[in-house]
């Protein structure tokens, strides 16, 4: 195996495995927030639900059948059909996950409000578990909405003395949602490296198909 094809091997392998990446964080996180909220995973669950995860699903379905539609291109190096297609299945899939990081980047620009959003549609004991988790009272400050009595805000005069939720929360997501739509756009650069490596198979397998027709006219004694 030449070192042309090689890299594209390991390169493809390595996308291969970005779609492992997208099912698995996917399931994991589905399974996590069908356990139920807990202090250490209230706040990342809340975010998530708010992330596209079946549309993570789709993505990592369209990268295995980008994956597949390579294997004939490997085996069959007389023929530059499927690597063609191939190659225009990872611009889609770079254009899918291009998206998808798009749509969580453009949610940390409305933190604030989408987290008040949020906030107000949660029960009074997944909001007790938000002050506990965050060590605040209510939501702006413990009278705006009025905080949830609990160990962290157990009457009035303490939750007046302590801050809201909406600075460490905000805080938190920003944190939380820039890793998640990093990691897409990291997937996009290798889906982009992958677009190279298939170019210079292409391009590989285009010139030695030229030299072949050459030497078939030419003939032993033709030089």
Known sequence: MDKVLLTFLVVDLLFLGTGGLLVGVTIATKNEMARGPTLETVASNLLLMSCPLDAAIGNAILVFFTFLVSLPGIALSKTRFWLRVHGWLVVLC???TLVLGLDIWYQTLKTQSNLSVLWGQQSDPTQSLLQQRFNCCGYLNGATPPFQTD???PNVLVAAQKLGCVGSFSQFANDHLNLIFTASF????LDFILLLCTAMVLKDR????RYQHIDEKT???GI
């Open 94 to 96: 770079a254009l899918f």
């Open 151 to 153: 160990a962290t805000c």
């Open 186 to 189: 990291g997937i996009v650069a």
């Open 206 to 209: 285009g010139e030695k198909q």
């Open 219 to 221: 003939g032993p004694n």
